[in-house]
């Protein structure tokens, strides 16, 4: 480790003296630094009010008071900026979050990856086909998904584009969240069409009814509205891997003394930009705003003592996430020992399980799925890990849609390999549809009160 190098004081380009994986080469230098001044001088998408306070709530996730769900498109695209999209999947979010809530009788954190989750790391930087080769599609804020060279080029532009749809994304859900849409006593307002066709809808009906007797219980005690229910916090969230980005928003508040990256309450490292040397972990060790790490097979315990270090040596309440996602074959074998190293660096993480990406597959006709049972044993696997080492699963991280989609296959309506085809849209990883989001949330409530 480059111990020389962690002494250097940390600026918001301080980054570039590392290595930075995952980045586009745009063409033209000129180019880039006009979208980068422009976007620098534009506001902020979140303010640090906001992520500090989401900083809290998941300080209290860490003592077990409060449940982590993170939750949306693998990618989001730019022409999926639609009212339409929007409001589904925050609908989705919403819903899961009342299962969860009323199963695990804590209050939940929503966050969702959206309103900036745009680019995307690639396992090759090209992209051949029949004899052609291409620069890889790094998501909407680097170029497009055709394959053809203009649209492969990486455009400066479009992060302009991605700050303006991620502001559009945000300013929609805010207005929804604010108008009362996010209202607990009219769950109605957040039903999705296709629920009146799901064998699931019995259930669904008899949580929420059940909610809404609790709070018209507590109410009329209280003799008038129970704080928080008519309003509820929502998040953004988006991995953090285009720097150049990220540093034009990052943004001193004088009043706090303290810089924060303020494209998104909620950054999260990749699995493949996790070097401790590297530009992400520098980057991100300067800012204040909480974040995750996502915690792969071949992450070992020094590597992620290090990153505690690098990333959180005040030991601060809330500020590191640890996402892992390991994949039902490997979780038994992976986590325990890095429970064990965590513990040993004295300091406080949230864990949290992502099933989605360690449990990809590919189809015998070359679709890349993932199966609910192995998404589920995953969860199940993390809860009881967790329990048995003494420590606490407190969030749990999905890719999913308020759509209808056959991406994933398996769930109460039991989709095959031969479904997906019927309705499958993800340009990058396959998605939980709104009726399987909706069986996990349940069943994670399950496997809690089994437990219980
Ligand atoms: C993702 O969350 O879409 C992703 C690429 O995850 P990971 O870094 O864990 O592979
Ligand atoms: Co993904």
């Known amino acids: 480790m480059t111990r020389g190098m962690e002494q250097i004081e940390w600026q918001p380009a301080s980054w570039t003296a590392r290595t930075a994986v995952q980045q586009p080469s745009y063409p033209d230098a000129a180019e880039v630094e006009r979208a980068l001044a422009t976007l620098s001088r534009l506001p902020p998408l979140v303010v640090s009010g906001e992520v500090e306070e989401l900083k809290k709530q998941l300080a209290e996730a860490q003592q077990g008071q409060r449940f982590l769900l993170q939750g949306g498109d693998c990618a989001e695209s730019f022409d999926e900026c639609t009212s339409d999209r929007i409001a589904a999947k925050l609908k989705i979010l919403l819903q899961m979050s009342v299962i969860l809530l009323h199963g695990l009788k804590k209050p939940v954190i929503r966050v969702g990856r959206m309103a900036g989750q745009y680019a995307k790391p690639r396992s090759a930087d090209t992209e051949t086909r029949d004899g052609t080769t291409l620069p890889s599609y790094r998501g909407d804020l680097v170029n497009r998904s055709g394959f ?94 285009h720097l150049l980005y990220e540093q034009a928003q990052a943004r001193f508040i004088e009043r706090r003394r303290r810089w924060y990256n303020l494209s998104t309450h909620f950054p999260w490292i990749g699995m493949r930009t996790a070097d401790v040397d590297g530009a992400h972990v520098e980057f991100f060790r ?167």
């Open 148 to 241: 053809d060279s203009n649209d492969r080029l990486p455009d400066p532009n479009l992060m302009l584009r991605g700050y303006e749809r991620a502001a559009l994304t945000l300013n929609f859900v805010r207005a929804l969240v604010d108008g009362g849409f996010a209202d607990l006593h009219h769950p109605e307002y957040w039903d999705l069409a296709f629920v009146s066709h799901s064998p699931l809808e019995k259930e669904y009906r008899r949580i929420v009814e059940s909610i809404s007797d609790s709070l018209d219980f507590f109410e009329s005690i209280a003799g008038g509205p129970v704080h928080h229910t008519r309003r509820i916090d929502f998040y953004s969230s988006h991995e953090g891997l």
């Open 286 to 452: 300067g800012v204040s705003n909480p974040l995750g790490i996502k915690v792969g097979s071949a992450m070992t315990a020094e590597w992620l003592q290090e990153l505690i270090a690098r990333l959180n040596p005040r030991n601060e309440p809330g500020r590191l996430t640890l996402i892992h996602r390991f994949g039902v074959n490997d979780i038994e074998e992976r986590l325990p020992p890095l429970i064990e190293a965590v513990r040993a660096t004295g300091t406080t993480v949230l864990w949290s399980c992502d099933p989605m990406h360690g449990n990809t597959e590919t189809t015998s006709s070359g679709l890349k799925t993932r199966r609910f049972d192995r998404i589920l044993r995953e969860l199940e696997l993390a809860f009881e890990i967790h329990h048995e080492m003494g420590s606490h699963l407190g969030g749990v991280h999905f890719e999913l849609t308020g759509d209808n989609v056959t991406e994933c296959t398996g769930g109460a309506r039991g989709l095959t390999d031969g479904d997906l085809a019927r309705a499958y849209q993800s340009q990058v990883d396959p998605r939980l549809n709104y009726e399987q989001a909706l069986e996990l949330g349940m069943r994670i409530a399950a496997i809690r009160n089994r437990r219980a």
